[in-house]
C-alpha cells in the first residue's frame, strides 16, 4: 500500500494566519491526490481533488499545490470557521489511502 | 443533492458479522458512482474498506482477509456491506460514500464527494 505521511499532525495559529500543511506519497503518485476538511462529528468533507483544483463551493482561500510524492494545502487568512483536521488520500491505485490528519487549533 | 443514511446494528459480538446498509437519495443507484465505504478509527485512523458499481464490479481493501462482501439493491438504491468473523478490531465509526467515477490521466479512478454521517459499530460481547 502506499503511504501517506502529514506533517504536522496538529498546529496553532490565529485567524488570519497562512496555514500550510504538508503530505507526502511514499511513492509516485503523479497528482492523484485529494484534500478532506473533518469537523468534530461531522464526516470528512472533500476539499480539493487533483492536487489543485478545488471542490464546487469551497472557498478560494483553500489551495493545494504538489506533483509525485509531495503536496500542500495552503489556507490563506485562516477564518474561524476553518479550525478542524485535514487529511489528504491518494486515489492513484488500490486501496486509496488516507493521511493520519493534521489539526489546526486556535491558538 | 447527494445524500446517504447509513443503519445497521451498533454492536455486533466477536466473530459474528457486522452489516450495514446506505440508503442513497438524490442520486441513482445506477449511475455514474463508486458506491463506497469507508471507515474511521482513534487507531487506524480513515480506512477504506472497499467500493462497488451497480454491475456488481467491486474493489475490496485486501487488508480486511476476504472477510468482506457488498452488494447492491437497485429496487431499494442503497447497497450494503457485510464484514464477516468480527475482531475488536473492526470498531469504528463506519461511513458510506458516494464516490463519482472517472477515467484520465491513464487511470479510472473514483472521488471520495459525498458522505453520510457515519455509524458507530462496537464489536464487543
Given amino acids: 500500500d502506499i503511504q501517506m505521511t502529514q506533517s504536522p499532525s496538529s498546529l496553532s495559529a490565529s485567524v488570519g494566519d497562512r496555514v500550510t500543511i504538508t503530505c507526502r506519497a511514499s511513492q509516485d503518485i503523479s497528482n492523484f491526490l485529494a484534500w478532506f476538511q473533518q469537523k468534530p462529528g461531522k464526516p470528512p468533507r472533500s476539499l480539493i481533488y487533483a492536487a489543485s483544483t478545488l471542490e464546487n463551493g469551497v472557498p478560494s482561500r483553500f489551495s493545494g499545490s504538489g506533483s509525485g510524492t ?10 474561524p470557521d476553518d479550525f478542524a483536521t ?4 491518494h486515489y492513484y491505485t488500490y486501496p486509496p489511502t488516507f493521511g493520519g490528519g493534521t489539526t489546526v487549533e486556535m491558538k | ?73 437497485e ?48 464489536v464487543s460481547s
Fill in chain 2, 75 to 122: 429496487s431499494q438504491n442503497q447497497f450494503s456491506l457485510n464484514l464477516i468473523s468480527v475482531t475488536a478490531a473492526d470498531t469504528a465509526l463506519y461511513y458510506c460514500v458516494c464516490a463519482p467515477g472517472y477515467c484520465g490521466s491513464g487511470r479510472c479512478y473514483s472521488l471520495f464527494r459525498y458522505w453520510g454521517q457515519g455509524t458507530l459499530v462496537a
Fill in chain 1, 70 to 79: 509531495d503536496f500542500t494545502l495552503t489556507i490563506n487568512s485562516l477564518r
Fill in chain 2, 1 to 73: 443533492q447527494v445524500q446517504l443514511q447509513e443503519s445497521g446494528p451498533g454492536l455486533v459480538k466477536p466473530s459474528g458479522t457486522l452489516s450495514l446498509t446506505c440508503a442513497v437519495s438524490g442520486a441513482s443507484i445506477r449511475g455514474s458512482y463508486w458506491w463506497t465505504w469507508v471507515r474511521q478509527s482513534p487507531g487506524k485512523g480513515l480506512e477504506w474498506i472497499g467500493q462497488i458499481y451497480h454491475d456488481g464490479n467491486s474493489n475490496y481493501n485486501p487488508s480486511l482477509n476476504n472477510r468482506l462482501t457488498m452488494s447492491v439493491d
Fill in chain 1, 86 to 89: 485535514y487529511f489528504c488520500q
